[in-house]
């Protein structure tokens, strides 16, 4: 081989690389996104309520047990989706569910409610700044909160009965001892 042969193994070489790339990338969750709040401090916030609410949903809420916050909007189809499993979660009263309705038109978040349900123990009006804070992607997002008040866990997209079962109660009765 010349001097110059080996300029054409570079193409093949490169090839090999993303080829083996892609192929480790086909075994990633893409519903599993990372966040940085993975075991720390949730973040300090205090929301207002939604029109007709006594209290709104602030961190102080958080302290003493674990907890299940969840960010909706009623804009949201996912959300829609995921709203009879956290009405069947509520009734359990297995762990406390926080709602941050985000970024949504407060008259429109109540009429959402109340027409399918409200599983919350609080729900908090966000303008959007609180779910910066929270690392949130887009809505539905619930996390869990331990008796400390520092997150345990985020999950991204629509809960679904099995994500309940096999993680969420789970967690929740390990994080409780």
Known sequence: ?????????IPAAV???????????????????PSPLIDQP????ALPPLPGEAQGFSSADLKGHVSLVNTFAS????????????????????????GIDYKDKEDVARAWIAQL?????????????????????GVPETFIVDKDGRI????VGPLTE????????????????
């Not at 090839?15 to 996104?33: E, K, N, Q, R």
């Not at 949730?42 to 916030?45: G, I, L, M, N």
């Not at 409200?118 to 690392?135: H, L």
């Not at 345990?152 to 999950?155: I, V």
């Open 152 to 155: 345990r866990y985020k999950h």
């Open 15 to 33: 090839f090999a690389l993303l080829a083996v790339g892609f192929y480790a990338g086909l075994g990633i969750d893409p519903s599993v996104l």
């Open 117 to 137: 349900g409200n599983p919350y123990t609080r729900i908090g009006a966000d303008d959007g700044r609180v779910g910066i804070d929270w690392g949130v992607y």
């Open 42 to 45: 949730a973040p300090q916030f």
């Open 162 to 177: 099995a994500d309940v079962e096999r993680t969420i109660l789970p967690l929740v009765a390990r994080l409780e001892r």
């Open 1 to 9: 081989m010349n001097k110059r042969g080996w300029i054409f193994l």
């Open 75 to 98: 804009w949201c189809a996912p959300c829609r989706a995921e709203h009879p499993v956290l009405n069947a979660l509520a009734q359990t009263k297995r762990v406390p569910i926080y």
